[in-house]
Structure formats: C-alpha cells, structure tokens
C-alpha cells in the first residue's frame, strides 16, 4: 500500500498543478460581450459568463448610442446570477455626454475607467462599473443589462471582463 501512495501523491500534484495554471491563464486575459438591442419594447440583454472563483476581475458596462443621441447620463440595471441561482443586482448611472466625455479624456489620457470609440452611425462609451471582483462559486454565471427609459437612444449594451491575476 506504500508503494503505490508516491504514484498517487505525483498524480495529484500534477492535477494541482494543471488547475493552478489553467484556473486563471486560460490564454486569454479579456473578453467582451454586446448585443443591439431587439426593436421590440423592453431594453435588455443577457450573457453567459464563465468565471473561476480562484480569479480576480475587472468588470465594465458598454453603451452604444446612436450618432445623434444627446443624453446626460445611461442607467444601466444589471443582475448576476450565480450558477447555483442566487441573485445580485444593482442600478448604476454613468455619465454619456459624448462630447463632454471625449474632451475629458483628452484633457485627462491616464484615466482607464472610461473609454470611447465611434463610427458614422453610432458612438460607444464603456465606463468601469468593478475591480476585484472575486465571484463566490465558479461556472457560469448569468449577467442581465437593460437600460430603462432611453427610448432608442441607447442601441445596445455589454460588457467587458478583465482577469486581474
């Protein structure tokens, strides 16, 4: 029975060692979700999310406003739901003054929470909603965003999941 305890102790060492260098570098570092919203009423979408409870992330919410679209601010209702189906969620407002945003960042490059991009049709602004968020259980979670009471004005909505470590 001692004889075959080193094999079994090599065995797990080398299981351990593989979750420990997949369980946070799986080859990326990054990923981004985003849907445009249906032209039906309602202003919401969903993602599925895998997440590892050994990682740390950075979390960001994406709006997509039309090229003409002139509002102050997005509220963004946002729930996550465990793989187990326990619910979170909160509402957080950022603001979207478009022009007012591009001159900030251009007045203040260094600040990373906020990033804008744009095309003829429409113009995105993605803000840091999370750091360190360290999910209690692994697997896939479920992230919901609507967007209430902009009308059209908001095209779509995402997210953006940074690993941290």
């Known amino acids: ?10 065995l797990m060492s080398a299981a351990l060692a593989c979750a420990a260098a997949v369980s946070c570098s799986s080859g990326h570092d990054s990923w981004t979700w985003f849907r445009t919203f249906p032209c039906r009423d309602g202003q ?41 189906g326990l619910k979170a969620g909160e509402t957080v407002t950022y603001p979207s003054d478009y022009p007012m945003l591009r001159q900030y960042l251009k007045a203040h490059p260094e600040d990373r929470r906020i990033s804008t991009a744009a095309t003829a049709d429409y ?41 941290m470590n």
């Open 44 to 84: 919401e979408v969903s993602f599925d999310v895998e997440l590892s409870d050994s990682c740390a992330y950075s979390i960001d919410l994406i709006s997509r406003l039309g090229k003409n679209a002139r509002i102050d601010s997005v509220t963004f209702c946002i729930t996550f739901v465990s793989p187990s």
């Open 1 to 10: 029975m001692t004889a075959a305890r080193p094999g079994l102790i090599r």
């Open 123 to 163: 113009r995105d602004i993605s803000w840091r909603y999370r750091d360190n968020v360290r999910p209690a259980e692994s697997g896939t979670w479920t992230v919901s965003i609507s967007i209430p009471d902009r009308g059209r004005a908001v095209m779509g909505a995402g997210l953006t999941i940074n690993t």
